[in-house]
């Protein structure tokens, strides 16, 4: 895990323009920087790296990465990288490291963008080949490490975050007031449903995708990986459950390789328990847990976790959630970030991390992903319903058990009605909840239809795809990605692995949900490794936290901060935020989200005046 930072092009920046690009890195790598340069006929590149060094900790390994005529720039970890190395030694290469950084390096050099496809792990790179002056871009299959892109100078820029690439320049971007009005409006979920960041011009290179950069122009980006979407209708529940268990241990198995200890983000759900199980109860880790605690009973999930940390032996961490400094936090957040703050969620996250690092851990385990393939949102069952319509002997039974178990605690009215897409299979109007309100509140209206991908799927799974390529998962591995290199972590998510993923969308739609449980097939795959009282729990809680925990309204100085003048009020009427204050009807999820949006916009816009 690393930060990067290059050009190519025509006009490459100077020596204190890669230093300051280091400098403004240096939390993603604090284990040494490395640089280098080359001009090959009228185009140069320039490549800045930072280490942090989890496999291989020995300087033979640090970046740039040399090899037959080629450099590696490279963020990431391919977990495969042992089997990869034995199938490159099987045709006669020879390694000087024990890392996978070499074995990336050789396999480029081997099999070009043909060895994307082989590659089990995450990553950003930039691979330049010294013969013919070339650069080679990619990024993994589901966009776990960043790679942001600037067309300026005569060229490219490119880094793991928008500082590097505007310290590698020289110059901050403009910031892109729609994509801040889409935040405000529409919420987390809009933000990767287009092609823009919160600057205007820096783009991101795409998931599963690669793209090469030469003196004739720009190739790509082109995808080495398309996902396979192909219900087995044959496939039995038994069976599923098998190849999911298989496929879960294989992939914690992968992502504990390290040269350094890990620690797991552990929680009262199946997600983080699967994961912690796994890996103290079946490859025999030592492992550490760390959760935080929550004040909010809607939250809270104490009892859960202390119960699983009795039953699985793991030491353990509680972190309780801190209201103290919450402004200065955010702050400090938003400007590490280039970005506003995605969801609340993710300044509780923060503070865990804090935690993690101050236990003198490099890596963390998290259990992103799991609700993506195999279901686990409360609109799931909604649509799990309309897909059960189509089996009316499998429908009664479905619907007794949503009634039973989902009914009594589900919040949002849209998800109170059973048969919500069996009237409408188009209803989306709880993904985006109060943005016609939240409109209304700005000086000039702003509003964005709903829009989806069609994968040629099933309602359900075609969300779930939705959630896993750009509503929920891109949001999470984004905000997973900034706040564990705040403070100079590795994020591993061993639920984004290929074989596991192949297995779980092709699980018949009908094994999904039963008895009105989510995760089912999961469940029952981590029978006897998970606690049974993980396992049979229904309750789904949220990593969160409500904002009137965190920012005290009563006190004189959050008031101050909301209602001082603030080019958020350029976009925004200050009289309904002074409204909304005054009435304090911050209960509605979809108020608390707004105001948490706007603190974090009025963070962002307040910064980037005072930095202009």
Not at 77 to 90: D, F, G, K, T, V
Not at 176 to 202: P, S
């Amino acid at each position: 895990m690393c930060g990067i930072a290059g050009y190519f092009g025509t006009t490459p920046p100077d020596e204190s323009r890669l230093k300051a690009a280091s400098h403004a890195l240096r939390h993603r790598g604090p284990d040494g920087d490395g640089f280098y340069t080359h001009a090959k006929g009228e185009r140069s590149v320039a490549f800045m790296h930072r280490r942090l060094a989890i496999i291989d900790l020995e300087a033979r390994s640090d970046q740039p990465f040399r090899f037959d005529g080629s450099v590696l720039l490279y963020n990431g970890e391919i977990y495969n990288y042992i089997e990869l190395r034995r199938e490159l030694e099987a045709l006669g290469h020879t390694f000087r490291t024990e890392g996978d950084t070499e074995v990336l390096a050789q396999a480029l050099r081997r099999w070009g963008p043909d060895a994307l496809d082989k590659c089990e792990g995450m990553w950003a790179f930039a691979w330049y080949d010294e013969r013919d002056g070339s650069v080679l871009l990619s990024r993994d299959r589901f966009s776990e490490k960043p790679l942001y892109l600037w067309r300026r100078d005569g060229g490219i820029y490119f880094a793991s975050e928008v500082k590097g690439i505007a310290a590698l320049a020289g110059a901050w971007p403009e910031v892109n007031k729609n994509h801040l009005l889409r935040y405000l409006i529409n919420g987390y979920k809009a933000l990767y449903k287009v092609d823009e960041t919160f600057f205007r011009g820096i783009t991101e290179l795409p998931q599963a995708s690669w793209m090469r950069l030469s003196s004739t122009g720009e190739r790509g980006p082109q995808r080495y990986w398309t996902p396979r979407l192909a219900e087995n209708a044959s496939l039995s529940y038994g069976d599923a459950v098998a190849a999911t268990r298989e496929a879960v241990l294989d992939s914690v198995k992968l992502r504990l390789r390290a040269d350094v200890p890990l620690a797991f983000c552990m929680s009262g759900g199946i997600d983080s328990n699967v994961l912690i199980a796994t890996a103290k109860k079946v490859l025999g880790y030592d492992v550490h847990g760390f959760t935080i605690v929550n004040s909010d009973l809607r939250y809270e999930e104490q009892d859960m976790v202390r119960a699983s940390v009795t039953a699985l032996g793991v030491r353990h961490t509680e972190i309780p959630v801190s209201q103290d400094g919450f402004l200065d936090n955010m702050r400090a957040l938003v400007t590490n970030h280039d970005a506003p703050v995605y969801t609340i969620s993710y300044y509780v996250h923060w503070q865990l991390m804090q935690a993690v690092a101050a236990n003198g851990y490099k890596v963390s385990i998290s259990g992103t992903a799991a609700d993506e393939l195999f279901t686990g949102y409360y609109d799931h069952h909604n649509l799990y319903l309309y897909e059960m319509a189509k089996e009316p002997d499998l429908h009664a039974a479905a619907l007794a058990a949503w009634q039973e178990h989902q009914a009594p605690i589900v919040r949002n009215p849209y998800l109170q009605q059973p048969d919500l897409y069996l009237k409408n299979p188009a209803e989306r109007r709880h993904i985006y909840l109060g943005n016609e309100e939240f409109s209304s509140w700005l000086h000039k209206p702003w509003m964005e239809d709903f829009t989806e991908t069609e994968y040629g799927t099933g309602l359900l799974r075609k969300r779930m795809l939705n959630e896993l390529f750009a509503e929920a998962v891109p949001v999470i591995l984004h905000e997973d990605d900034l706040n564990a290199m705040y403070f100079s972590i590795e994020n591993r998510s061993p639920f984004l692995d290929r074989k596991l993923f192949d297995i779980a969308y092709s699980i018949p739609a009908r094994h999904l949900i039963q008895d009105g449980r989510a995760k089912s097939v999961l469940r029952e795959a981590m029978r006897g490794i998970v606690p049974d009282t993980i396992l049979d729990n229904r309750r789904k809680v949220g990593f969160n936290a409500p904002i009137l925990d965190l920012l005290n309204l009563n006190d004189p100085r959050s008031r101050e901060f909301l209602l001082d003048d603030s080019p958020v009020y350029d976009l925004v009427r200050k009289d309904r935020i002074e409204a909304l204050l005054k009435s304090g009807d911050l209960d509605s999820n979809s108020a608390s989200k707004f105001l948490f949006y706007f603190v974090n916009m009025k963070l962002f816009l307040d910064e980037k005046r005072t930095a202009s």
